[in-house]
């Protein structure tokens, strides 16, 4: 079974920065793709940041310039770098990995924008 454990997240001031991991317990790119959801109160989860197998990535507007998705092979970790943090991004934060039938989500994290 496939396990996705999330952690990095916490409390940071608007414009501060933080990086959220996401340890898979298998390699990575067994994967066709792995992203980043977040969900805030009341809210859908929105996709934030995404990465195919082959290394293409993509971001909504909302995040694009401030966020970065990027993985360490070796680690089999997937890491989300947080820049410029706003309220608005104020959400728990999961993290996603697909197979050609199977969808995987981690627990997800807490992440607060607030001073």
């Known amino acids: 079974q496939v396990q996705l454990v999330e952690s990095g997240g916490g409390l940071v001031q608007p414009g501060g920065s933080l990086r959220l991991s996401c340890a898979a317990s298998?390699?990575?790119?067994?994967?066709?793709?792995m992203g980043w959801y977040r969900q805030a109160p009341g809210k859908e989860r929105e996709l934030v940041a995404g990465?195919?197998?082959?290394?293409?990535?993509n971001y909504p507007d909302s995040v694009k310039g401030r966020f970065t998705i990027s993985r360490d092979r070796p680690k089999n970790t997937v890491y989300l770098q947080m820049n410029s943090l706003k309220p608005e991004d104020t959400a728990v934060y999961y993290c996603?990995?697909?197979?050609?039938?199977?969808?995987?989500w981690g627990q997800g994290t807490q992440v607060t924008v607030s001073s």
């Open positions: 298998g390699s990575i790119f067994s994967f066709n793709a």
């Open positions: 996603n990995a697909q197979r050609t039938f199977s969808t995987y």
């Open positions: 990465i195919t197998s082959g290394g293409s990535t």
